[in-house]
């Protein structure tokens, strides 16, 4: 090839490749923006580490575990030592997910979330239990962790509520809490004499008034985590209606309103969902229509490994 043919030729890519880079850009420009949000409960989700010290000296009921939050209860030390094909197997289910922000519950801190996250970053409550709730967020989302909802934890005895801001102080901010609320009241009256569901009935009060305030504050907001209650099946007086006492009309929307249930693995014999993320109505239009998605476990990882009795929900949203 002579010189000027070669010159040509390098003339022609630079061009081509321009042209490419040019239409490229034009085509993520028009596109909307969007995000990924998920919320997943790991079940004692602790970094080897952490588990083999405090396996040794396990708890055997829950008061002596209540009076020592560093611990786990003997029965998860003896089935939930997770080994280094557990870990890799939950990394695989986050890569699946591909969330941009997932709201966690049951892990420990950073230390054991990287294990499953190493491409984001965190911010996790202040309590000392083992049992913590945080965020995971992809790197390159802008965000600044928050406040603990401490009125959740009924003085650290339950879980703090985790709060972060994606995008803050923009046209795009997004003000997100994550809960994990008290177990054992699942559809049970909320005014029976069950001492779960009167714990549960005192934790309302704080998730209901970070949600007034950031009505209040005009903020795009949403609620997720593990609520351990089935609000799709509750009556009048339950507390999906506490959540929204004394709030304009529709303030909050239930994005697994119209999903069809399925259990996180064959065998579970759960018939209804308690991990859920709720809208603030101002973010509810922005939800993807049919993004709604529950990443659920094949038979055989679930059997062989050590995953979660819980697995991923998740939506998408418009951010413009």
Same mark, same amino acid.
């Given at each position: 090839m002579s010189t000027r043919a070669a010159l040509r030729l390098r003339q022609c890519l630079r061009y081509a490749t321009a042209t490419l880079a040019a239409a490229a850009a034009a085509v #993520?420009?028009?596109?909307? =923006?969007?995000?990924?949000?998920?919320?997943?409960?790991?079940?004692?989700?602790?970094?080897?580490?952490?588990?083999n010290e405090l396996k040794g000296d396990c708890t055997r009921d829950e008061r002596s575990h209540r009076s020592n939050p560093r611990s786990i209860p003997c029965d998860v030390a003896a089935r939930l030592e997770?080994? #280094?094909?557990?870990?890799? =197997?939950?990394a695989r289910v986050a890569r699946t997910l591909d969330a941009d922000v997932v709201a966690m519950q049951e892990v420990d801190g950073p230390e054991a979330a990287r294990q499953v996250f190493p491409r984001h970053e965190f911010c996790f409550t202040g309590g000392r239990a083992v049992q913590n709730t945080g965020f995971a967020i992809r790197r390159g989302?802008?965000?600044r962790c928050d406040a603990d909802v401490a009125g959740l934890s009924l003085g650290d005895e339950l879980r703090r509520g985790a709060t972060v801001v994606l995008y803050p102080d923009t046209a795009r901010e997004l003000h997100l809490l994550a809960v994990h609320l008290k177990s054992g009241c699942w559809r049970q009256p909320l005014d029976s004499r069950a001492h779960a569901c009167e714990r549960l009935t005192r934790q309302a009060p704080a998730v209901h008034d970070w949600v007034a305030s950031q009505q209040r504050a005009r903020h795009r907001f949403a609620v997720l985590g593990d609520f351990n209650r089935d609000l799709l099946a509750e009556h009048?007086?339950?507390?999906?209606?506490?959540?929204?006492?004394d709030l304009p009309e529709s303030s909050l929307?239930?994005?697994?309103s119209r999903a069809v249930f399925r259990n996180c693995y064959p065998g579970q014999t759960h018939t209804g969902f308690i991990d859920y993320i709720l809208l603030g109505n101002t973010l509810a239009s922005a939800q993807i229509a049919g993004s709604f998605e529950r990443l659920t476990y094949s038979a055989a990882d679930a059997w062989r490994l050590k995953l979660s009795d819980h697995c991923p929900v998740a939506i998408r949203l418009r951010l413009d």
């Open positions: #993520a420009a028009e596109a909307p =923006a969007t995000i990924k949000l998920a919320t997943w409960n790991m079940e004692w989700f602790l970094a080897p580490a952490t588990f997770r080994s #280094a094909t557990d870990f890799a =197997a939950m989302v802008p965000f009048a007086d339950g507390l999906w209606a506490r959540l929204e006492a929307v239930n994005t697994a």
